[in-house]
């Protein structure tokens, strides 16, 4: 099976995710959760408490979901967790209209922690959800306590995004170039379950193409202005380890790198919680 096939299922591999979490965990959870308005619900979960909040943005093709590894263990640990579906993802809405640009996803961004009331929080994003996390710490600076970013694209430039994406597989650039695509799709949907159906077409094609595809994450990163750790796993695309070392000295950001894959809040969430607790 290919490399990018794993790690789409992966991401919505929600049966598997349940079944790993710690029952008295994941029963804390579902027993503290806040029923939002109906708007708000479909698209945010907010286990509530006095905890610090802490708010965790998803990546590419996923859902808040996919952070149910990981959630049990920030709430036994006294955090407030809350996610967010990406704008086009998951149960957010998902307009045929939109570019699906950096601004369009940190106006949804914005207006879910804005409609929760919150001023000061962690932030934590995974992949697509670390380059928008970067870039909402650098418009929001007041409000972001501590950042971390757990393996960001990164890449040089467009060129590089294109051609290491489309390395992959055969499969992968046909569900990316193919004009018969949708069909592609239909047939992910159909083996994993219909866990990779929460997106559309629009919201697939415009984020990777304006905001994974566009590499800016190596500009970003100089104008992040709040403490930060970034997570470079020595087992992802080789471009990010490549790039990491290549990039400028940023006072408020520490790099780490461990020897995981793409998906270490699944794998290995005790190496998320480490990041977030160690000073």
Avoid at 16 to 36: G, H, V, W
Avoid at 253 to 279: A, R, W, Y
């Amino acid at each position: 099976m290919l490399f990018w096939f794993r790690e789409i299922i992966h991401s919505f591999h929600f049966r598997n995710m349940i079944k790993s979490t710690p029952r008295d965990a994941l029963q804390s959870y579902q027993e503290s959760f806040i029923l939002l308005p109906v708007k708000q619900r479909r698209y945010i979960t907010d286990s509530g408490g006095n905890g610090d909040p802490i708010i965790l943005l998803h990546g590419f093709l996923s859902s808040s979901k996919y952070w149910n590894r990981l959630r049990p263990h920030l709430l036994e640990a006294g955090y407030r967790v809350i996610t967010i579906d990406l704008l086009g993802f998951g149960n957010a809405s998902k307009p045929t209209t939109l570019h699906y640009s950096y601004d369009d996803h940190l106006a949804h961004i914005h207006s879910a922690i804005t409609s929760l009331g919150l001023t000061r929080f962690t932030l934590v994003g995974h992949s697509m959800g670390a380059l928008l996390a970067s870039r909402y710490s650098i418009v929001h600076p007041k409000e972001v306590q501590t950042l971390l970013l757990l393996h960001p694209p990164l890449f040089k430039n467009r060129a590089e995004a294109n051609a290491s994406l489309r390395a992959t597989g055969k499969f992968y650039r046909f569900l990316l170039g193919s004009r018969f695509r949708s069909a592609g799709w239909a047939i992910i949907r159909i083996f994993s379950l219909h866990h990779i159906s929460a997106h559309n077409q629009s919201s697939r094609e415009g984020s990777l193409r304006n905001v994974i595809e566009s590499a800016q994450m190596s500009s970003d990163f100089l104008r992040i202005s709040v403490q930060t750790k970034f997570l470079i796993g020595t087992q992802d695309r080789k471009e990010y380890t490549k790039n990491a070392k290549n990039l400028p000295v940023n006072p408020h950001v520490e790099l780490v790198s461990h020897n995981v894959k793409h998906h270490s809040p699944i794998s290995h969430p005790q190496l998320v919680m480490s990041l977030l607790t160690d000073s």
